[in-house]
Nanobody, 123 residues
């Protein structure tokens, strides 16, 4: 089992930045790839970014490329999502998720999920 807890969400103006954290406990975090997903009001949850267990491989959805950066610190059992140049359309509940080793963009490929953290971007 892997337990995930997100933090770092909040209210920010358009153009601002936030850094989300995902603290992991339980099994060895370094064995797991991590993903970030988000769900806006009235919409389905969607893929945002993913990073491999080593940190050497990342992938992003097109709408956040160049603005968001996913990273991890295995020594701290923590993953991060740095969000810059935020837009009102980035408003959503952000979830981190974990799966064994390799990256993935489908929700169904992830075994463990956090409870989510709210990000609100005002215009």
């Amino acid at each position: 089992q892997v337990q995930l807890v997100e933090s770092g969400g909040g209210l920010v103006q358009a153009g601002g930045s936030l850094r989300l954290s995902c603290a992991a406990s339980g099994r060895t975090f370094s064995s797991y790839a991590m993903g970030w997903f988000r769900q806006a009001p009235g919409k389905k949850r969607e893929f945002v970014a993913t990073i491999s267990w080593s940190g050497n491989s990342t992938d992003y959805t097109d709408s956040v490329k160049g603005r968001f950066t996913i990273s991890r610190d295995n020594a701290k059992n923590t993953g991060y999502l740095q969000m810059n140049s935020l837009k009102p359309e980035d408003t959503a509940v952000y979830y981190c998720a974990a799966r064994r080793r390799v990256t993935a963009t489908l929700q169904s490929d992830y075994n463990y999920w956090g409870q989510g953290t709210q990000v609100t971007v005002s215009s």
